[in-house]
Nanobody, 124 residues
Framework: QVQLTESGGGLVQAGDSLRLSCAASGRTFNPYGMGWFRQGSGQERMFVARILWKDDTTSYGDSAKGRFAVSKDRANNIIYLQMNNLKPDDTDVYYC?????????????????WGQGTQVTVSS
C-alpha cells in the first residue's frame, strides 16, 4: 500500500505563488507516473499535471499550461507542483495520485493511490 501526503496549500492573493508537495511512503515506491488533480465541491476531479517517474516527461491541463510546473525528487519520493500567477479560478482541493500501470492517461480512474488533498484558496 502506498501512502501519499500533500502539503503546501493555503490562502493566497491573486498573482501569488504556491508550491504543493506530495510525499510518498509505504512499500517500495516505483510508479509509472504521478499526477496532480483538482476538485471543487460537487464537481468531478480534473487533471492538472502529470510526470513520468522514469524521466522528466510532463504534461499539463489547459488551466495549468504556462503557469504551473510539476517536478519530482526521486531520491526522496516527492513530487511538486509549482503554481505561479494564481487566479481565483484556481481555488480547489488539490490531490496527488500515483499510477503503477504503463500508459499516459489523464483520467483519474487510471490512478490507484491518492492523497487526502490540500486546499488552495486564491482571493481576488
Amino acid at each position: 500500500q502506498v501512502q501519499l501526503t500533500e502539503s503546501g496549500g493555503g490562502l493566497v492573493q491573486a498573482g501569488d505563488s504556491l508550491r504543493l508537495s506530495c510525499a510518498a511512503s509505504g512499500r517500495t515506491f516505483n510508479p509509472y507516473g504521478m499526477g496532480w488533480f483538482r476538485q471543487g465541491s460537487g464537481q468531478e476531479r480534473m487533471f492538472v499535471a502529470r510526470i513520468l517517474w522514469k524521466d522528466d516527461t510532463t504534461s499539463y491541463g489547459d488551466s495549468a499550461k504556462g503557469r504551473f510546473a510539476v517536478s519530482k525528487d526521486r531520491a526522496n519520493n516527492i513530487i511538486y507542483l509549482q503554481m505561479n500567477n494564481l487566479k481565483p479560478d484556481d481555488t480547489d482541493v488539490y490531490y496527488c495520485a500515483s499510477a503503477s500501470r504503463p500508459g499516459w492517461r489523464t483520467s483519474p480512474s487510471w490512478y490507484e493511490d491518492w492523497g487526502q488533498g490540500t486546499q488552495v484558496t486564491v482571493s481576488s
